[in-house]
């Protein structure tokens, strides 16, 4: 069993930025492919980052130039950086570790992006 745990999400002014972390309970990250995810108020749950075991990464439209996915497998850890945030970016945002027919989700964390 995989356990996801995100943090870093809080309330930021229109432009700020933020740095989402998730850590996994285990050194999964060589071989599962992570992937960030937000679902805001009312909305279905939407990919936003994605990163393969091998590194590849993927982003979604509204989150290509302005966030950054990245990974360190020592510590278990993926991040996602974003910036120069937006009122539409408030969601809840969820980490996903998939691997074949397995899939794990974080509890999430709130990011608010509010004047």
């Known amino acids: 069993q995989v356990q996801l745990v995100e943090s870093g999400g809080g309330l930021v002014q229109p432009g700020g930025s933020l740095r989402l972390s998730c850590v996994a309970s285990s050194t999964i990250l060589r071989f599962f492919d992570m992937g960030w995810y937000r679902q805001g108020p009312g909305k279905q749950r939407d990919p936003v980052a994605s990163?393969?075991?091998?590194?590849?990464?993927n982003y979604a439209d509204s989150a290509q130039g302005r966030f950054t996915i990245s990974k360190n497998s020592a510590q278990n850890t993926v991040y996602l950086q974003m910036n120069n945030l937006k009122p539409e970016d408030t969601a809840v945002y969820y980490c996903k570790a998939i691997r074949g027919g397995s899939e794990y989700w974080g509890q999430g964390t709130q990011v608010t992006v509010s004047s």
């Open positions: 990163i393969t075991a091998g590194g590849t990464r």
